[in-house]
């Protein structure tokens, strides 16, 4: 019975994944050995971190779509803060977006507004203050040798991997055994009758919007310290990847389930993907396209699927004749 | 529901006290009332305004928002470039920037019909279009540039005002009569007020989405083709903040986010509202990036006011 869950959880994505890796292996040399394992682990410090905050605001029956707009952000205020050190560099915007997010945690648990509607304010609202931190214009790190440690590679590590799997393994300890972390999944699970039976909603709310912004922070801060700069007008498709990595590891649109092995999963998959087409030669929308293919699929498929069984359950109960039910839309 | 479809003075109060303060600002402002600022501020919330109407009966019809505008309208622009760049006849350039628009927007409209939530359908979808565009045009080497025969008097102007303007007014007017006039337009503020009572009064909501994604398609089509005529070239990131512009139009133009209460009119004042207060910030030498925080920050509080109002009086 245990085994059967897993697979149902599991089994679709770990198919997905080994063969997009055994195919991409197969016609891009970039895949095989320690050099391929390289090339995928480095999905999980920018998209791996940014999709583990937004699937827990997924998981709590919300949506975060400030995540891009938060890692930009902070990737500004770690290139300004690049002087007092890497670490301070890397913890300032984290603590600062973290603040941010715990705001609108609160006006969204509070005010029972739609959590879509507040990020996408927030989002305008952190492009103009991303253009404000980095004045207008393109900037730099002064000093790049205090971002030299996050260039460093033993085999198949880097800091910023190391730092990713730190954060999953945290992750998947508070989903799983920690109460806070049980309660996002009961607030995003049947919302009425987790305030009936006494779990505080508005808490896990609250926890999930500031660990999705501090931790798009932290994706962000690295991201922007190892290039070296930040750009108040790129475009970025971070929301985008992140979304799309949620979604095709199998966390729920309708909430309450999921855990961090999906999060693992999805960004996993896309990683494969991006760096298996990249070292065959091909452009950002190459992957962008494939990725945005993979998303629309991916949740098709969930609704589809999710009609399929309600409709067997209506005409189960004789009702209708199994024919007009709908699935309800998030 | 009823008595908010009649009395819609709560989901004006907002809207009016930002006016105001418009009022305020722009009275205090030297140089905002001249004839040639009007004119560049109401030019500059054409596109964004025209492209608003049409994402407003999607928030109507209770589907919030698209956020795939910007993909959308780049088509639209794309297509319209390489046509003129190839010489063909005006009118065939902008018949198939506009049908491939509202075919695009087609498919979006199945993907909600079948129950997936508007936002991820038009996110992913905006990007296939965006990577499908973006591979077509970086064979020809990413910009396409022509010189608009037969369409330069876009940029002119008739009876002394500029005719993206008036374009801008005729497709609000439009968009507004259907809106109130016509049956499809009182079906999608039925939807969006009450599904199941749509659909117990016979309403079809394949039928609204359908209709709302085709003028979703018909107005990103022609702000796409506005966009690219005015420079006289489109790239695939050509109009790069249109998605969030007109999201912050919608919803600062007072459209109720739950569906059922707003029109396209409001969301045409909101583009207008959004380039004045820019266009005042402008003058007062601020920077870009304080008119955008200002512009998120006044979408939040209206979000938030509407809201909490629309709270008390249920």
Known sequence: ?330 | VIRELRFPGNSLVLPGIICLALLVGAVTTGGFFTRSNVDSFLLNASIVGIVATGTSLLTISGNLLSLGMQQSAMLGGVLLAVSLEHRWPVGCGLALAIASVIAVSLVQAVLVAIGLNAIIATLGCGTVIYGLVSYSVQVNGGTVNFSASGLNWVNGSAAGIPVEILIFAAVTVAAGIIHHKHKIGRRITLAGSSRAAARMSGVSLRNVILWTFVALGITAGVGGALGALTVDQATPTMLSTLTFDVAAAVLIGGVSVQGGAGSPVLAAIGAVLIAAFDNIMLLHNFSVGAQQLTTGALLLLTVIVMHSVRRQTA
Do not use: H
């Open chain 1, 1 to 330: 019975m245990r085994n059967a869950r897993v697979i149902q959880q599991y089994g679709a994505q770990v198919l997905v994944f080994a063969a997009a890796w055994l195919g991409f292996a197969a016609a891009a040399p970039g895949l095989r050995g320690s050099a391929g394992v390289y090339s995928v682990l480095l999905g999980f410090p920018l998209v791996g971190l940014v999709a583990l905050g937004a699937a827990g605001t997924i998981i709590a029956g919300e949506m975060d779509l400030s995540v891009g707009a938060s890692a930009a952000v902070a990737g500004a205020i770690a290139v300004r803060c690049a002087g007092l050190g890497l670490v301070v560099a890397i913890i300032v915007p984290v603590v600062i977006l973290g603040a941010f997010g715990a705001i609108q945690g609160i006006v969204i648990a509070w005010l029972k507004i739609n959590s879509l509607l507040i990020t996408i304010g927030t989002s305008i609202f952190l492009g103009g203050v991303l253009f404000e931190v980095c004045g207008g214009n393109p900037i730099s790190v002064s000093n790049a040798a205090v971002t030299f440690p996050l260039l460093d590679r033993w085999w198949i590590f880097s800091p910023d991997i190391i730092i990713a799997i730190v954060v999953f393994a945290a992750a998947a300890v508070f989903y799983s055994r920690v109460r806070y972390g049980r309660e996002i999944y009961a607030t995003g699970g049947a919302r009425a009758e987790a305030i009936a039976a006494g779990v505080r909603t508005r808490r896990a709310i609250i926890v999930t919007f500031t660990v999705s912004a501090a931790l798009a922070a932290l994706a962000g801060s690295i991201a922007a310290l190892k290039v070296g700069g930040a750009d108040p007008t790129a475009d970025t498709t971070l929301l985008l990847e992140a979304m799309s990595a949620v979604f095709v590891g199998g966390i729920s649109l309708y909430g309450g389930r999921g855990t961090v092995g999906n999060v693992v999963l999805g960004v996993g998959i896309l990683s494969v993907i991006a760096a298996g087409l990249s070292d065959k030669g091909a452009q950002e929308y190459a992957v962008q396209l494939v990725t945005g293919l993979i998303l629309i699929a991916v949740v098709t498929f969930e609704v589809l699927a999710r009609k399929l069984a309600t409709r067997a359950a209506w005409s189960a109960d004789g009702l209708l004749g199994g024919r007009k039910s709908r699935a309800p839309s998030l």
